[in-house]
């Protein structure tokens, strides 16, 4: 993640800043039931996310497919591996999205948990396998990982593995699966419309103010995944989570916040835009991400620029949507451009959500030390040491987590 040096990140300088309250609608009434908040707050708050922030993907009529390429035995055979194509396809055309999907070998008599995230470079960097096809999308230049004229190559194999401690979830009882984002929406502000945006607008057809940007592409292509992984035979359709690192990390809580067949939401790392607070105005703010990645958000979202204050919703109230499911925000002790203490802050806030529903949030005041996890209730959070990333010890709190909350059916 590129971090201009300009931008402040000393904590004794964030400005004063006041959020918008959680259960108060925006005609003044307090919400102090979960049904007022399904029925009201929830649904206020989804559009005004989808109005100010990440826009709104073209409604059009979506034919989902999957095809399954390849079945084999995988990870010294204590798994099952799947490759799967899954194929999109509306009345103005076609395009599909490969599904890289592991699970335990064996059964249950529900299926197992699965983690679904994407990925930022291919299947093929996911793990060292010969036989997982590299992708031919567009991918981003980074030459440290064999990737040059936008076209990856076999020097990127198992690059991206130590974020997809394949063996750590089998063992766990989990299944994994990850796409390629670039699938969906390649990651770049020149490329981005020649994904799934296609399948209703061509690459010519202007932006409106409102429509989504790549994350809302990449949040809507989780959803289609989903219909087809919850008809997956070994899956559990009912403890399907949905898990993102960075700007993936912002993507995972949008689409866990739009879709609430997800049952559990974890977002590593995912700062502005994601878990951080956006009017706490240290790291990466909103004009900063917007200068950056133009391609992100919608394009109100830039009417917010070093004007925060004026947005109707803040980062809090994108958590509080992951309610009653169990939610996990992480940080990286030494990643201040995501603003850590941001993000505890903004999981901190959404607790009365969770309250409404009889459930625990956080037994911190205050950010707990690193690799002290908080997770012993439904909201859980955790900082660790080191810089910007996702680390086998994220998975451990995620797994530990998770086997909590879904323990075997």
Not at 52 to 65: K, L, N, S, T
Request: proline share 6%; glycine share 8%; hydrophobic share 40%.
């Amino acid at each position: 993640m590129t971090q201009p040096r300009a931008i402040d990140r000393e904590e004794h300088n964030v400005p004063p800043y006041t959020v918008p309250d959680v259960l108060t609608t925006v005609d003044g009434v307090q919400v102090t039931t979960a049904d007022q908040w399904q029925r009201l707050r929830r649904p206020e708050i989804v559009s005004l996310f989808q109005q100010h922030v990440y826009g709104i993907v073209p409604d059009a009529a979506v034919r989902v497919a999957h095809t399954v390429l390849a079945e084999d035995s995988a990870l010294a055979d204590t798994a099952s591996r799947r490759q799967i194509r899954i194929t999109l396809t509306t009345a103005a055309r076609s395009t599909s999205m490969d599904c890289l999907l592991y699970m335990p070998k064996g059964k249950q008599a529900h299926g197992f948990p699965l983690f679904l995230g994407l990925n930022f470079s291919g299947n093929h960097t996911v793990s060292s396998e010969s036989d997982i096809p590299i992708t031919d999308r567009w991918v981003r230049n980074q030459p440290e990982i064999g990737t040059l004229g936008n076209r990856a190559s076999e020097a990127g194999r198992g690059v991206m593995a130590s974020r997809w401690p394949l063996q750590r979830i089998i063992g766990a009882g989990c299944a994994v699966a990850t796409i390629y984002c670039g699938d969906l929406a390649p990651d770049d502000p020149e490329h981005w419309l020649d994904g799934v945006r296609q399948l209703f607008r061509d690459s010519q057809t202007p932006r409106t103010p409102g429509e989504a940007g790549a994350i809302g592409y990449w949040a809507w292509g989780l959803s289609r995944a989903v219909d087809c992984l919850e008809a997956e035979p070994g899956i559990d359709p009912q403890r399907i989570i949905v898990i993102g690192h960075s700007r993936l990390g912002k993507t995972a809580l949008w689409a866990g916040a739009l879709d609430q067949r997800f049952a559990m939401v974890i977002s590593n790392n995912s700062g502005c835009g994601g878990a951080a607070l956006s009017r706490r105005r240290v790291g990466e703010t909103v004009a900063a991400i917007n200068r950056q990645f133009p391609h992100w958000f919608c394009e109100r979202f830039r009417a917010y620029d070093d004007n925060e204050a004026k947005l109707p919703v803040d980062q809090h109230m994108l958590l509080s949507l992951a309610a009653p499911r169990p939610l996990y925000v992480a940080s990286a002790e030494e990643d201040l451009w995501a603003d850590p203490r941001g993000e505890f802050v903004s999981t901190k806030l959404a607790e009365p959500v969770y309250a409404l529903f009889g459930l625990r949030g956080l037994s911190h005041r205050d950010v707990p030390n690193a690799e002290v996890p908080d997770n012993a209730g439904d909201v859980a959070y955790h900082v660790r040491m080191g810089p910007h990333g996702i680390t086998d010890y994220d998975w451990q709190q995620y797994l530990a987590f998770a086997n909590r909350h879904f323990r075997q059916r």
